[in-house]
């Protein structure tokens, strides 16, 4: 087996972009997040009908573009067609669901590191991370350290694993974090990623004694990312990069 490759995760993260004031997941929200001052964005990626790897965090496309359609049941054309911005505010009317492609491009030239959040839609665990791999093996420098993957999904990391082992994998838990260590093991995760309310002291030590980063989500609270950074916790995904990063550092 290879070693699990190690990671130094930033301060901070920029969540889907700078959703905070940007319609999230969108060129809009990365060029934000890119000019509050982050060196790593998190972005949820999953697959168009015909395979190819997009931006977007819901598995249905009503919330941001009114349609009441699976994501996965239109093609990159028409979901090209499709608005990602107005429902945000009518300024970013215009906003597209942009493609994994785009957006790796537009990190390699301004320097930014991603977090690929693998979501893939339901039955899709595996064709999303394969999809994946192939894209970066095709686009992403060789010299240029290797982006993170993170996923609830237990599948996908496991296919990230087999396939781009040397990528760091981050394990994604909510509230229930059962059999995180044989988990993280098994998958070998560099990092673990955990929604804040369940860190205490306790667990932060636990975690990093048993080798892992620690990243946190999705905290747009000043003085509760400055308790977490506290107690320990490596990395803040964020709404709002700018403010967390002049309280914590980037
Ligand atoms: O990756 C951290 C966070 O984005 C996980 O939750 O639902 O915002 O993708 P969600
Ligand atoms: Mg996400």
Not at 157 to 168: G, I, N, S, T
């Amino acid at each position: 087996a290879n070693a699990t490759p190690l990671v130094t995760l930033p301060r901070v993260q920029a969540h889907r972009g700078a959703k905070g004031v940007r319609p999230e997941n969108t060129m809009a929200s990365l060029r934000e997040a890119l000019d509050q001052g982050v060196c790593w964005t998190e972005f949820d990626v999953k697959l168009s009908k015909d395979g190819v790897p997009i931006i977007y965090h819901d598995q249905d496309l009503k919330r941001t573009s009114g349609i009441d359609a699976l994501v996965k049941d239109h093609s990159f054309a028409e979901l090209g067609e499709f608005e990602a911005g107005a429902w945000f505010d009518e300024k970013f009317r215009g906003e597209k669901i942009p493609s994994l492609e785009e957006f790796l491009l537009f990190h390699i030239e301004h320097n930014l590191h991603p977090n690929i959040e693998l979501k893939p839609s339901d039955g899709e665990e595996a064709e999303t991370s394969r999809k994946v791999v192939e894209l970066l093996d095709r686009v992403w420098p060789k010299h240029l350290d290797k982006p993170l993957f993170s996923s609830f999904k237990l599948k996908s990391l496991e296919v990230v694993r087999d396939l781009a082992p040397d990528h760091p994998r981050g394990l994604l838990l909510y509230d229930d974090i059962t059999g995180w260590q044989e988990n993280a093991k098994r998958l070998e995760c560099s990092a673990i990623h955990l929604w804040h309310k369940m860190y205490t002291p306790e667990l932060v030590n636990e975690i990093k004694q048993a080798g892992y980063a620690t990243a946190t989500y999705t905290v747009n609270d000043v003085d509760r990312g400055v308790e977490l950074v506290a107690m320990g916790v490596d990395s803040i995904i964020t709404d709002f990069p700018g403010d967390m990063i002049a309280a914590i550092g980037d």
